[in-house]
């Protein structure tokens, strides 16, 4: 059965520090979708990044980056250098089989709190 | 460029009541997908709407039904309302045949409290 685990309820950081949110996968599926989306306190869902399972390549997008293991079915996203702006709740998010799926299983989401 | 926009904001209503949840797309887009979010929960999948029709769905009660009109707007429909079905309504929408499906776009969100 597919599963995402976010086992980090919330996080606390003081401003400039890094932290990387962790994601667990479960699926059958050899291709399959995996994403992360970023919830403020407005509750609209922000798209971060999407990555299938046939490129496993680690991805940075200016101080947000994502390491993608299949052999340990992880999907971990890191902030670099916080800001404030970044406190949120982050939710990791899996699609099975085609991109013609639009089902997401979501991980139940790790709050992040930025203190300055 | 709009996003995806959804009506209204907040809404209040009483158990066994009946509620109808808007939400326009993005522009370009023509699917649209509805979630559930509980408070401190991830959103749950409700069901998702191309060309008018019902195309997934999700493990919801046929109490939630949708619609989708011909300039892909939609509209997700609860009857009987309970107390559970008081959270966040999102509404997502994307396009079919760009490669990246299920890249969704999500809206600000319904929040429905029932009494």
């Known amino acids: 059965a597919q599963k995402v685990t976010q086992a980090q309820t919330e996080i606390s950081v003081v401003e400039k520090e890094d932290v990387t949110l962790d994601c667990v996968y479960e699926?059958?599926?050899?291709?399959?979708?995996l994403f992360w989306y970023k919830q403020p306190p407005s509750g609209e869902l922000v798209f971060l990044i999407r990555?299938?399972?046939?490129d496993e390549q680690n991805e940075i997008s200016g101080r947000y980056s994502w390491n993608f293991q299949k052999s340990t079915s992880s999907f971990n996203f890191t902030i670099t250098a916080s800001q404030v702006v970044d406190s949120a709740v982050y939710f990791c998010?899996?699609?099975?089989?085609?991109?013609?799926?639009?089902?997401?299983?979501w991980g139940a989401g790790t709050k992040l709190i930025i203190k300055p | 460029d709009a996003g995806v926009t959804q009506s209204p904001t907040h809404l209040i209503k009483t158990r066994g009541q009946q509620v109808t949840l808007r939400c326009s797309p993005k522009?370009?887009?023509?699917?649209v997908s509805w979630y559930q979010q509980a408070l401190g929960q991830g959103p749950q999948f409700i069901f998702q709407?191309?060309?008018?029709?019902?195309?997934q769905r999700g493990n919801f009660p046929d109490r939630f039904s949708g619609h989708q009109f011909p300039n892909y707007s939609s509209e997700l429909n609860v009857n009987a309302l309970l107390l559970g079905d008081s959270a966040l309504y999102l509404c997502?929408?994307?396009?079919?045949?760009?490669?990246?499906?299920?890249?969704?776009?999500f809206g600000p969100g319904t929040r429905l409290t029932v009494l």
């Open positions: 699926t059958r599926d050899t291709t399959y979708y």
């Open positions: 998010a899996l699609s099975e089989g085609m991109d013609s799926n639009y089902q997401l299983i």
């Open positions: 709407y191309y060309e008018e029709e019902e195309r």
């Open positions: 522009s370009g887009h023509d699917t």
């Open positions: 990555r299938n399972s046939f």
């Open positions: 997502a929408s994307s396009i079919a045949t760009s490669g990246r499906a299920n890249e969704q776009f």
